[in-house]
């Protein structure tokens, strides 16, 4: 018989949840991983995790952005908000990663301008988190996060299975289309070419 994890509370229920999905995610992983190599898998998985947190990012949404232009703000929404930036900083960064290893990893990309502030953004997530007064439990009947919604979870890990299923069949070379980003992202101040701190040899 089985439990409908969406009305009942209990703390064996978040157990069992966790439960489940690490186990169908393991198995999963390891019977695709008989015929995929590991370099495939992991870009497999990183499109798998783009996916979950694209959804979290639409379902906190409107609870994020009502937060930020509360003209009062209310100590759940310092945490929602947090919750949000900090999936968003998730989100590029997982897609900087795939995009990463389809491009062939080149290293002047792993070392671009844009990087930083995608961290960042999960920096000012952290702040946000830090200085929630009090957001902990519910507040006038409320619950400190926004509501549950199975649905959306159902079609971001379907839209995952369908981008790994066409990544399987076309492998894509995004390398070519990479290359051309590089002068615009590579490295604006051109680090290590200026010798501005060279001391220069004694005769």
Same mark, same amino acid.
């Given at each position: 018989m089985?439990?409908?994890i969406y009305a009942?509370?209990?703390?064996?229920?978040?157990?069992s949840i966790i439960i489940w999905a690490a186990a169908v995610l393991f198995i999963g992983y390891q019977i !695709?991983?008989?015929f995929v190599s590991n370099e495939d898998m992991i870009i497999y998985v990183r499109i798998l995790d783009v996916a979950a947190t694209a959804v979290a990012l639409w379902i906190f949404a409107p609870d994020a952005w009502g937060g930020i232009i509360r003209k009062s703000p209310e100590p759940r929404d310092f945490l929602?908000?947090?919750i949000w930036l900090?999936?968003?900083?998730?989100e590029l960064q997982g897609i900087y990663a795939i995009v990463y290893r389809l491009g062939g990893a080149?290293?002047?990309f792993l070392n671009n301008e844009l990087l930083p502030g995608v961290i960042m953004v999960g920096v000012i997530a952290v702040v946000c988190h830090? !200085?929630?007064p009090g957001a902990i439990g519910a507040h006038d009947g409320r619950p400190a996060v926004p509501r549950r919604n199975q649905y959306g979870l159902?079609?971001?890990f379907g839209c995952a299975v369908l981008m790994v299923g066409a990544l399987i069949a076309s492998k894509p070379d995004v390398q070519p289309w990479l290359e051309r980003t590089r002068p615009y992202i590579g490295d604006w101040w051109r680090t290590g070419e200026l010798h501005l701190w060279k001391v220069p040899a004694s005769s």
């Open positions: 089985f439990v409908n009942d509370n209990r703390p064996e229920t978040l157990r !695709l991983n008989a929602i908000v947090g900090k999936f968003l900083s998730s080149p290293r002047w830090v !200085l929630a159902a079609i971001g």
